[in-house]
């Protein structure tokens, strides 16, 4: 989980959105309280924005340099799948600083 020291180079914002009680929304709420410290700790100025929202699908949002933003859907993906979700969406916006 190296990269995640680098996320805040590649990504400007982190944005997750879940419903507070949906059963779908599970894994990604659990993923934010076991993961949310780690990565603030290794990003303290990156922005990492969590929207509860009765009935919403969960997604995970970036946001990269010139406003350009990307979206994945979490419902029905485990915990270690959302990992690797954002770890592509920072590996995106790497590629993108290039």
């Known amino acids: 989980m190296a990269w995640r020291s680098s996320l805040s180079r590649s990504v400007k914002e982190i944005r997750f959105l879940f419903c507070q009680s949906s059963p779908a929304s599970g894994p990604a709420r659990e993923f ?34 010139m406003g350009v933003e990307r979206c994945v859907h979490l419902d029905g993906l485990t915990e270690a799948q959302i990992d690797k979700k954002l770890e592509e969406l920072a590996k995106q916006g790497a590629h993108k600083a290039k």
């Open 32 to 65: 934010v309280k076991k993961n949310y410290g780690d990565i603030k700790t290794h990003n303290p100025a990156l922005p990492i924005l969590i929207r509860e929202c009765s009935g919403v699908e969960p997604q995970l949002w970036a946001r990269y340099d």
